[in-house]
C-alpha cells in the first residue's frame, strides 16, 4: 500500500511555544490530506480536511488559528499548533488519499505531542 | 448524515480459533466503500480489507473476511485462524460522496494464547 511518514514522531514542549508536524506522501500524490486527534482507547476525531493548494476546512469546534494547516504540494501537508498549552497533548494523525481512488485513506504512523 | 456503528467496544478469542466483528452504517448515497482498519500498540493504523458496495461477492485477504449485507447495512469482519499479532483496535470505516472517511468508535480485541 501507499506509505505516509510524519515527523516528528513524539515532541515535547513548553506551554506557549508552537510546534510543527509534518505529514508526507512518500510514494503517491495525496490531493487531500486529512488530520486527526486522538484521545487514548478512543476513535480517530477529524480535525480538519486539506487540499493541495487550497484553505483547510475545519471540523466545528476545532479552532482553526490555534491548529494551522498547510498543504503546500501533492505530497506535504502540515500541521502546526500555536501557543501550546497542555490541553493540546494528544496523539496527531495524517493521511493522505489517493485522487480518483475508491476513497481509502493511508495513515502516517502519528506524532504524539506532549505540552509541559 | 452518514454513521458507522460498532456495537462491541471489546472482544476476545482464543489463538487458532475464528471470532467475528460487528459493524453497522448508515448513508443515503448508492454508491460507497467500506473499511475495515487495524490498530495495533504501535497506533499505527492498517488497511485490513475493503468493500464496494456495487460488488456482492464478499471481500476476502487471507484470513480476514467480510459479511457484507447491503440491504441490512451491516459489514461484519471475520478473522480466522487468530494469531497473537491480530490484538488490536479494530475499526470499521465508511467512505462516499467525496467526504473524509467515517468511523465507528472501534472494537479492542484481545487474542488469548
Known amino acids: 500500500g501507499a506509505v505516509v511518514s510524519q515527523h516528528p514522531s513524539w515532541v515535547i514542549c513548553k506551554s506557549g511555544t508552537s510546534v510543527k508536524i509534518e505529514c508526507r506522501s512518500l510514494d503517491f500524490q495525496a490531493t487531500t490530506m486529512f488530520w486527526y486527534r486522538q484521545f487514548p482507547k478512543q476513535s480517530l476525531m477529524l480535525m480538519a480536511t486539506s487540499n493541495e493548494g487550497s484553505k483547510a476546512t475545519y471540523e466545528q469546534g476545532v479552532e482553526k488559528d490555534k491548529f494551522l494547516i498547510n498543504h503546500a504540494s501533492l505530497t506535504l501537508s502540515t500541521l502546526t499548533v500555536t501557543s501550546a498549552h497542555p490541553e493540546d497533548s494528544s496523539f496527531y494523525i495524517c493521511?493522505?488519499?489517493?485522487?480518483?481512488?475508491?476513497?481509502?485513506?493511508?495513515f502516517g504512523p502519528g506524532t504524539r505531542l506532549t505540552v509541559l | 448524515a452518514q454513521t458507522v456503528t460498532q456495537s462491541q467496544p471489546e472482544m476476545s478469542v482464543q489463538e487458532a480459533e475464528t471470532v467475528t466483528l460487528s459493524c453497522t452504517y448508515d448513508?443515503?448515497?448508492?454508491?460507497?466503500?467500506l473499511f475495515w482498519y487495524k490498530q495495533p500498540p504501535s497506533r499505527q493504523m492498517i488497511l485490513v480489507i475493503r468493500?464496494?458496495?456495487?460488488?456482492?461477492q464478499n471481500a476476502t485477504e487471507n484470513r480476514f473476511s467480510v459479511n457484507f449485507q447491503k440491504a441490512a447495512k451491516s459489514f461484519s469482519l471475520k478473522i480466522s485462524d487468530s494469531q497473537l499479532g491480530d490484538a488490536a483496535m479494530y475499526f470499521c470505516?465508511?467512505?462516499?460522496?467525496?467526504?473524509?472517511?467515517?468511523f465507528g468508535k472501534g472494537t479492542r480485541l484481545s487474542v488469548i494464547a
Open positions: 493521511s493522505g488519499r489517493l485522487a480518483g481512488g475508491p476513497g481509502e485513506q493511508f
Open positions: 468493500q464496494e458496495a456495487y460488488k456482492q
Open positions: 470505516a465508511l467512505y462516499s460522496g467525496n467526504t473524509p472517511l467515517v
Open positions: 448513508t443515503s448515497e448508492s454508491d460507497y466503500y
